[in-house]
């Protein structure tokens, strides 16, 4: 008896054992993936994780259905670092599996039954009705989804069918997404052999007097082929010579012409390879050496740079000398961050070298990406990704770049596996004796702790490149500016001001503020009620451009209001502002100026903020206004001015990372201003002129920042002092999640005393129509971490086992933040 081990994509604890023949059993190696049964009906993608001949005690396992590769697509070092993801992270394999692997891979009831080609199915042997039945519908179309044969078999069971007929080897199990994949293929055209010779080419050329258009391309061909000896493309050709290809088949016809196709990577980039690396400054170069003597003894360095510094040009200096090995390099960054500046940027330097894996491409290419690294291909030795591009099967890693280290958006907060992937970097850089660099102008309290605590090294970059001064920072009490009526909007005069000196050199200006749409709150001023979400406990956002009220949370939308709900009175007045009631202001207070807006309204579509940077980047918009998606490391040139409408709105949320977010913030966007000759100038509104972290900001005082906060996580024991799980219960029946939070919390309480805050309701404690309760647990250093995971495990399954919670949601949130 043969028995193989497999990982199911879903959510469930434990893997599974399934029955192999034979031949199977010496075929399958661990990172295979394989079609197996599951339940009742459904068939799901395994992955295979060993062979053995132990057979379960516990269940009668079932047969696989398919081997679906021929080789592994998983290797080993990468199930390990699965592992440590789902027990570090309190998620399943399957969960890991999942996230890790490109859609594509992970087939479903989606599965198809394709008729063999070249099957003759009225030789098939007819064993009863439901193959009949079968055997009929295949007549009629070449390919049924599972789901299609059981409403034509009219039951559940059909795998045994479909299985008879795959034993008669005239149908195959197929899934559609990745089947249906072809590489792309790109058409080139070049001279038949014919046309090499000169002589012919002139009478050529004098035939085509009468056909001038073809002439035309014939000409282009040179001189195409004149600047480069690479392939030409169809595609550039026709548009050098401004023809059509209609034209350019004519000339085919006349045998002149051939095309042929390559396959192509579709992520793929016409930069023309560089000069070379830019020269390093002192600064730069000293920083390059002492992280390359921190190296040979510690295994991550931090790279504190101030904005400007020329972080990235470090970074390329550390990336050639790894490809120069054969090695490959991991370059991670916050999604929105990987535009096309970056990716033309670094395809200067490294050319073909380079791959991006990014959730906005499609699944075949990230299939593509996938198979390269796994290859260890050359054109994927450099791979630039957000944070999923830790799951790729690296082979040889030589380092990992961590960039903007201290971005909140490298933890995935849903759904599991809720990871970190700064961390999980380190951790997999580990697994394959890489080293991390980790960069930032505003490092995460935690990172810097640890290289205060020599746990990693510490490299500093205190000045711009090319001695560009930081920018000048200037706080305005807004306060103070409304009560001697000098606002117009919400705009200060100081503002103004700043802003009209900017446009009148023909500068740009940045606007940050930390909110979408009009305004966060409409409220009635005769009885003071404001409409909410029915399925959250939110008010309803006024967007003004599309005039509704709209849930942030949930979608929900409503038209705008002319009358109070409440009391009818149609005084109905807005509180707070966002993104696009400044965008308003803006049109009117500078009518003549250019704007763009950035944030999550604007930005959908797989080019959504490629389109808004672009236009920005080219100097088609005078001022951008947006959220936080402004402050992630773009490079702009022509930015003089920066200003945070309301400085108040991130110092104020409830958390214990709030300051240390909100310093971050603005010394990022900040950093926008100013990066080539001229001083940038920064403008901060505020009602709380003397708040230290302004002051901070103002000062560009991180280390000031960084003692005060630190001293505040000690004092209320907060990381990097104790680490944080975090545990959300979810319900739609709100006596249900009381009694459920309760109990969890008197579990929890028993074992860990005072170290649990909560069961308490989050700011928004109701969402979708679910109520939501947390529990935060405390784990101090000195604490086990995985003896605090497992009894947390047991504690989840009593909880589970008592009848009335079986319903409640529980999610775990390990670091959480
Ligand atoms: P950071 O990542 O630290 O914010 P960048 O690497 O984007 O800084 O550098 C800021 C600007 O200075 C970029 O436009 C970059 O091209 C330029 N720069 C940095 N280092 C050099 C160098 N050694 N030679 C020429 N230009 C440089
Ligand atoms: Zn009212
Ligand atoms: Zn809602």
């Not at 012409?257 to 002192?282: A, S």
């Not at 040009?313 to 916050?334: F, R, S, T």
């Not at 009560?483 to 100081?494: C, N, P, R």
Request: net charge neutral; charged share 25%.
């Amino acid at each position: 008896m043969y028995f193989v081990d497999v990982i199911l994509p879903i959510p469930v604890e434990n893997t599974f054992t399934y029955s192999i023949t034979d031949a199977e059993y010496s075929f399958i190696k661990p990172g295979m993936r394989l079609a197996v049964p599951f339940g009742k009906s459904k068939i799901y993608t395994a992955l295979a994780i060993g062979v053995h001949t132990t057979q379960p005690r516990i269940y009668e396992t079932k047969d696989i259905e398919h081997i679906l590769d021929e080789q592994p697509i998983v290797h080993l070092g990468q199930l390990q670092f699965w592992k440590w993801m789902a027990s570090y992270y309190m998620c399943t394999l399957g969960e890991v599996m999942r996230a890790a692997l490109p859609n594509a891979f992970i087939l479903e009831s989606e599965t198809l039954i394709k008729r063999k080609k070249g099957v003759d199915l009225e030789a098939t042997s007819i064993e009863d009705d439901d193959v009949q039945l079968l055997v009929d519908a295949l007549q009629n179309s070449s390919s049924l989804r599972i789901k299609e044969v059981m409403d034509i078999l009219g039951k559940k069971k059909v795998l045994p069918v479909i299985q008879k007929l795959i034993d008669q080897n005239v149908v195959e199990l197929e899934e559609e997404i990745y089947e249906a994949y072809k590489p792309k293929l790109v058409s080139y055209v070049k001279l038949t052999a014919l046309y090499e010779d000169e002589g012919k080419m002139h009478d050529l050329l004098d035939d085509l007097e009468r056909a001038p258009k073809q002439r035309e391309l014939v000409l282009n061909y040179f001189s195409l082929s004149a600047k480069s000896s690479k392939p030409i493309k169809a595609k550039a050709l026709l548009k050098a010579a401004n023809a059509s290809s209609a034209q350019l088949k004519a000339l085919q016809k006349k045998g002149v012409l051939e095309k042929y196709k390559i396959q192509r990577d579709r992520i793929e980039f016409d930069g023309q390879e560089g000069d070379g690396i830019k020269e390093l400054n002192d600064a730069q170069k000293l920083a390059l050496q002492e992280i390359k003597t921190i190296f040979q003894e510690k295994d991550v360095c931090l790279l504190h740079g101030v904005t400007s510094s020329g972080k990235t040009e470090i970074y390329v200096n550390l990336i050639k000398e790894q490809l120069d090995q054969g090695k490959q390099v991991l370059y991670l960054l916050p999604e929105i961050a990987l535009t096309t500046q970056l990716v033309a940027r670094l395809q200067h330097y490294f050319g073909d070298q380079l791959s991006v894996y990014h959730s906005k491409y499609t699944v075949h290419e990230r299939v593509e990406v996938w198979n390269n690294v796994l290859h260890n291909q050359q054109k994927a030795q450099l791979i630039l990704g957000a944070r999923s591009a830790v799951f790729l099967p690296f082979q040889d890693l030589g380092l990992v770049i961590v960039d903007e280290e201290h971005e909140p958006s490298y933890k995935q907060f849903d759904p599991a596996p809720r990871y970190q992937a700064r961390d999980a970097a380190i951790v997999l850089a580990n697994n394959q004796r890489a080293k991390v660099l980790l960069g930032s102008a505003t490092p995460a309290l935690e990172s810097y702790y640890n290289a205060q605590q020599g746990k990693y090294g510490l490299v500093t970059l205190k000045t711009r490149y090319g001695d560009v001064m930081m920018p000048e920072n200037t706080i305005i009490d807004i306060k103070e500016k409304y009560f001697k009526k000098k606002m117009s909007g919400h705009f200060s005069d100081t503002l103004l001001e700043g802003i009209n000196e900017a446009l009148a050199e023909g500068e740009q200006v940045i606007l940050f503020q930390n909110r979408r749409g009009y305004s966060p709150i409409l409220e009635c001023n005769t009885c003071g009620h404001s409409p909410q979400c029915p399925n959250c406990d939110v008010s309803l956002t006024y967007h003004k451009h599309r005039s509704q009220l709209r849930c942030h949370y949930c979608g929900y939308h409503i038209a705008m209001l002319q009358k109070c709900m409440a009391c009818g009175s149609d005084e109905l007045d807005t509180k707070g502002f966002g993104t696009e009631q400044i965008e308003t202001e803006l049109k009117t207070l500078f009518p003549d100026a250019n704007t763009g807006r950035m944030d999550s309204d604007t930005t959908r579509g797989k080019y959504g903020f490629e389109k808004i940077i672009t236009s920005f980047e080219q100097g088609e918009t005078d001022i951008l206004v947006g959220t936080q998606m402004l402050t992630k490391g773009l490079d702009f040139r022509n930015v003089s001015v920066v200003g945070i409408l309301s400085a108040d709105s991130m110092l104020n949320i409830p958390d214990f990372r709030a300051h240390e977010r909100s310093f971050q913030l603005i010394q990022q966007v900040s950093g926008r201003a100013g990066r080539t000759k001229k001083r940038g100038r920064v403008f901060i509104q505020t009602y709380n002129p003397y708040h230290q972290i302004l002051q901070q900001v103002s000062a560009n005082d991180y280390s000031g920042m960084y003692k005060e906060q630190l001293e505040e996580r000690y004092v209320y024991k907060y990381p990097p002092f104790c680490r944080l799980i975090k545990i959300t219960l979810k319900h739609r029946d709100f006596q249900k999640i009381e009694d459920a939070s309760v109990w969890m919390g008197k579990g929890l309480q028993n074992l860990f005393g005072k170290n649990v805050l909560g069961p308490e309701p989050p700011p928004v404690s109701r969402i979708r129509n679910e109520y939501y309760r947390n529990i935060l647990i405390k784990i101090p250093g000195n604490q086990s971490l995985v003896k605090t995971k497992r009894a947390i495990s047991k504690v989840r399954g009593s909880f589970m086992s008592v009848g009335q919670f079986r319903s409640v949601k529980m999610v775990i949130n390990v670091d959480n933040y």
